[in-house]
């Protein structure tokens, strides 16, 4: 049969295959698009949107509980998870359904299957048509990741979920043990933890939320605990029995192992990359633990085959990926794009309350030889954030005490995740102290925190 060609060829239809696909049309490109399961991918399938769709029930069904506070009556408050799951899975496929607009809009062809490459510029579908061949000098490798399964901790759909599991339960946990408390875990954690189920959490870092500043994750911890969570830090789950009413997990704490008990169990220990079945090693194709090791500009080795998103490493954000495919569909319509920072790259977790962070925390920005001005704002000062009845919270900025550079910006409170891009936007345009002490926030608002937190780095701040 013959190959049908094409001037870019994505393998992978999520945030940053469907992105690149477009942009590449937009700059005139004849573009394919592979996908073996679903367009939009994780994000929108089975991660960002529908878990976010999740936790918008939770916060509502933890408001009503809060109504005598704002001087409404709200009686026999409950909820149906089935119908919680049902519109979770509504929003997700609305969404899909948008990106097949998307493709025929932009008219990128779209082939369902599972694709290998099959040599230079040429690759192999195989879907409900059976194989088809296509071709072209530039293909773009955007498959992403999936959950990591430890040995011993594999989840079997009944007492042991990953996050899949996790978005559509077949029953309300009692009691639940998430392993792992990066934003996936925490996020689960705090879903359930609101609807009713005593929630442990197991980290084996030092701490919650890892790669947060220290300072932001202990402020979370402590409202996590005040919610009712157990928090196990320096833990390690060594193995899970499993029966027919639970599971028995063996947990190391400071060299002992003491057994708990639970009914379900999540498993949020990182993501493994998408790379088997492409045919990479036989490409040349360069993998290290997982992901495709690429140049700045998201090149791997292999002249023509660029690799975004997940499978080309961390940061595993969406919002990265989509960058990273607009950069790539440029870079081969001939443009110039700049490199991304990964250092400019927000990271939002949608627990209760949110955490948001931009740069380098504090004891990175410390490692790296910088001398510093922090600064920090609490909820508790912001007229806002105490009229919305959400008076728990910080903003925390850290500059360079020489240039006046903003480092990095670190928050956790009520609607950080759409804050934080404020910050992002200054990092953009290397901003200073300077500027963002000139700029007239909006008042009230809750981003009045943003100035004071820089005010306070400097000595200045007005209202602590």
Same mark, same amino acid.
């Given at each position: 049969?013959?190959?049908?060609?094409?001037?870019?060829?994505?393998?992978?239809?999520?945030?940053?295959?469907?992105?690149?696909?477009?942009?590449?049309?937009?700059?005139?490109?004849?573009?394919?698009?592979?996908?073996?399961?679903?367009?939009?991918?994780?994000?929108?399938?089975?991660?960002?949107?529908?878990?976010?769709?999740?936790?918008?029930?939770?916060?509502?069904?933890?408001?009503?509980?809060?109504?005598?506070?704002?001087?409404?009556?709200?009686?026999?408050?409950?909820?149906?998870?089935?119908?919680?799951?049902?519109?979770?899975?509504?929003?997700?496929?609305?969404?899909?359904?948008?990106?097949?607009?998307?493709?025929?809009?932009?008219?990128?062809?779209?082939?369902?299957?599972?694709?290998?490459?099959?040599?230079?510029?040429?690759?192999?579908?195989?879907?409900?048509?059976?194989?088809?061949?296509?071709?072209?000098?530039? #293909?773009?490798?955007?498959?992403?990741?999936?959950?990591? !399964?430890?040995? /011993? *901790? &594999?989840?079997? $759909?009944?007492? @042991?979920?990953?996050?899949?599991?996790?978005?559509?339960?077949?029953?309300?946990?009692?009691?639940?043990?998430?392993?792992?408390?990066?934003?996936?875990?925490?996020?689960?954690?705090?879903?359930?933890?609101?609807?009713?189920?005593?929630?442990?959490?197991?980290?084996?870092?030092?701490?919650?939320?890892?790669?947060?500043?220290?300072?932001?994750?202990?402020?979370?911890?402590?409202?996590?605990?005040?919610?009712?969570?157990?928090?196990?830090?320096?833990?390690?789950?060594?193995?899970?029995?499993?029966?027919?009413?639970?599971?028995?997990?063996?947990?190391?704490?400071?060299?002992?192992?003491?057994?708990?008990?639970?009914?379900?169990? #999540?498993?949020?220990?990182?993501?493994?990359?998408?790379? !088997?079945?492409? /045919? *990479? &090693?036989?490409? $040349?194709?360069? @993998?290290?633990?997982?992901?495709?090791?690429?140049?700045?500009?998201?090149?791997?080795?292999?002249?023509?085959?660029?690799?975004?998103?997940?499978?080309?490493?961390?940061?595993?954000?969406?919002?990265?990926?989509?960058?990273?495919?607009?950069?790539?569909?440029?870079?081969?319509?001939?443009?110039?794009?700049?490199?991304?920072?990964?250092?400019?790259?927000?990271?939002?977790?949608?627990?209760?309350?949110?955490?948001?962070?931009?740069?380098?925390?504090?004891?990175?920005?410390?490692?790296?030889?910088?001398?510093?001005?922090?600064?920090?704002?609490?909820?508790?000062?912001?007229?806002?954030?105490?009229?919305?009845?959400?008076?728990?919270?910080?903003?925390?900025?850290?500059?360079?005490?020489?240039?006046?550079?903003? *480092?990095?910006?670190?928050?956790?409170?009520?609607?950080?995740?759409?804050?934080?891009?404020?910050?992002?936007?200054?990092?953009?345009?290397?901003?200073?102290?300077?500027?963002?002490?000139?700029?007239?926030?909006?008042?009230?608002?809750?981003?009045?925190?943003?100035?004071?937190?820089?005010?306070?780095?400097?000595?200045?701040?007005?209202?602590?």
């Amino acid at each position: 049969m013959a190959a049908q060609n094409f001037d870019m060829i994505v393998v992978g239809a999520g945030p940053g295959g469907y992105v690149a696909a477009i942009r590449g049309a937009q700059l005139g490109l004849n573009v394919a698009i592979v996908e073996r399961e679903h367009l939009g991918g994780i994000c929108l399938n089975w991660g960002c949107i529908p878990t976010k769709a999740l936790l918008r029930s939770a916060e509502v069904f933890h408001l009503m509980h809060r109504a005598k506070e704002f001087g409404l009556k709200a009686d026999n408050i409950g909820y149906d998870l089935d119908a919680v799951v049902a519109r979770s899975r509504g929003v997700a496929k609305q969404l899909s359904g948008g990106i097949g607009h998307l493709m025929k809009k932009n008219k990128v062809t779209v082939f369902m299957g599972a694709a290998k490459l099959t040599g230079k510029g040429s690759l192999s579908v195989t879907g409900a048509k059976g194989e088809e061949t296509l071709s072209a000098p530039h #293909i773009v490798l955007a498959t992403g990741a999936r959950a990591r !399964e430890l040995p /011993g *901790l &594999e989840a079997d $759909g009944d007492r @042991v979920w990953t996050y899949k599991h996790a978005l559509q339960p077949g029953r309300m946990p009692k009691d639940l043990l998430v392993i792992g408390s990066g934003a996936i875990g925490i996020e689960f954690a705090s879903f359930y933890n609101t609807l009713g189920a005593k929630t442990t959490v197991v980290e084996v870092m030092d701490r919650i939320l890892p790669v947060e500043d220290a300072e932001i994750a202990a402020f979370a911890k402590k409202s996590f605990v005040k919610q009712g969570m157990t928090i196990l830090e320096k833990a390690t789950v060594k193995k899970l029995d499993r029966d027919a009413s639970g599971v028995t997990a063996h947990i190391e704490m400071n060299g002992k192992v003491e057994t708990r008990r639970f009914d379900t169990v #999540i498993s949020a220990v990182g993501i493994v990359g998408n790379v !088997e079945g492409l /045919g *990479l &090693e036989e490409q $040349g194709v360069e @993998v290290d633990r997982t992901h495709v090791v690429t140049d700045e500009f998201c090149r791997t080795k292999v002249p023509g085959l660029y690799a975004i998103g997940d499978i080309a490493g961390a940061p595993w954000l969406a919002h990265k990926a989509s960058h990273e495919g607009v950069m790539v569909a440029e870079l081969i319509a001939g443009q110039k794009p700049h490199p991304i920072k990964p250092n400019s790259i927000a990271g939002c977790t949608y627990c209760h309350p949110q955490v948001a962070s931009v740069g380098l925390t504090e004891e990175k920005a410390k490692a790296a030889g910088y001398e510093l001005k922090v600064g920090r704002f609490p909820f508790i000062g912001n007229g806002k954030a105490i009229a919305l009845g959400e008076a728990e919270g910080m903003v925390k900025t850290i500059f360079d005490a020489k240039t006046g550079e903003l *480092l990095g910006a670190h928050m956790v409170g009520a609607e950080v995740t759409e804050m934080i891009q404020g910050y992002v936007v200054g990092r953009s345009l290397e901003t200073t102290e300077a500027e963002l002490m000139e700029t007239v926030f909006p008042h009230p608002t809750l981003s009045e925190m943003m100035h004071e937190s820089v005010l306070d780095a400097y000595g200045r701040a007005l209202h602590i």
